[in-house]
């Protein structure tokens, strides 16, 4: 789809209307997750450049190719850019695209876990690792064994075992694991290898992570979102079933999964109210 044009929106009034300043106006960022470590905020989020590369669907324009992470004192506080944390030349595995990350504290130590394409065009996931929040972040010579896609997202559960959660189609190519190998036919095309409307939606993966959170301890799961009836979500659901950003959470002895639909809501306030639970498990899986 072609890009929409942006000359009648209004900024001024949108500004006025929102509920708060942005943190950061000095970069261009995106998809951030936020943590608190000792006791203050920290912010992972994408940090996107204009590269020059022209729109599609499959993302290539979205170029990024290092991480900066936001610090603050606490939520009234001015947000610290605290300058690169990684950059793609510092990982020998990736060659760009730095999307999505996420981040977790285990022992005194920070790990940044990070989606980037490959030499051979494939999404897969790493880890970086620092003694401090901010970084610099060290990264792994290789990505994690048998990971792929895009927007890893690590949750902590009681007992002390770490999960990751991931996946996106499209330009994350979520779709072209189907079979359980990559599926290369039909590159420019980020629909190809789709189910069809009436099959079972792709879902979110899910593994639980070794004890060094360096691999996978385990074989790679579905995160299934069913209806009201129990039965698993179709493709042409676009409303309700998965497309990108997986996230964990739990409250009251529930986890709680909310994953954008396909179709995104723009306002941030808007996407806070109108995203609901699609998981509601009493057991991670």
């Not at 590369?53 to 324009?61: E, I, M, P, R």
């Not at 190809?192 to 004890?211: G, I, Y």
Request: hydrophobic share 35%; net charge negative.
């Amino acid at each position: 789809m072609p890009e929409e044009s942006i000359q009648h929106i209004n900024f001024d009034e949108l500004n006025q209307k929102a509920i708060s300043t942005p943190l950061v106006s000095h970069i261009y960022t995106a998809d951030p997750s936020a943590h608190v470590f000792n006791g203050k905020i920290y912010i992972y989020p994408s940090h996107d450049i204009d590269a020059g590369d022209a729109f599609d669907d499959l993302g290539s324009h979205f170029a990024m190719e290092d991480y900066h992470v936001i610090s603050m004192d606490h939520p009234d506080a001015n947000a610290i850019d605290n300058g690169v944390a990684l950059h793609v030349h510092d990982v020998p595995w990736a060659e760009k695209q730095m999307w999505a990350p996420d981040a977790h504290e285990k022992d005194g130590r920070y790990y940044l876990f990070f989606p980037a394409k490959g030499y051979d065009g494939i999404f897969k996931i790493g880890v970086a690792i620092s003694d401090t929040p901010t970084g610099p972040f060290i990264p792994q010579p290789e990505a994690i064994k048998d990971s792929f896609s895009i927007d890893p997202a690590v949750y902590k559960d009681d007992d002390g075992s770490y999960y990751m959660y991931f996946g996106g189609i499209w330009g994350g190519q979520l779709q072209r694991w189907r079979t359980g190998s990559f599926n290369a036919t039909e590159p420019e095309s980020p629909f190809a290898h789709l189910p069809n409307n009436n099959e079972p939606a792709l879902c979110a993966k899910v593994a639980r992570l070794t004890d060094d959170l360096l691999e996978f301890a385990e074989p790679v799961k579905d995160v299934l979102i069913v209806d009201e009836t129990g039965r698993p979500l179709l493709q042409g659901d676009n409303e309700r079933r998965f497309f990108e950003a997986s996230w964990m959470h739990k409250y009251n002895g529930r986890y709680y999964s909310p994953t954008p639909p396909e179709i995104h809501i723009i306002s941030v306030m808007q996407l806070a109210i109108t995203l609901t639970v699609h998981s509601l498990m009493q057991d991670v899986f």
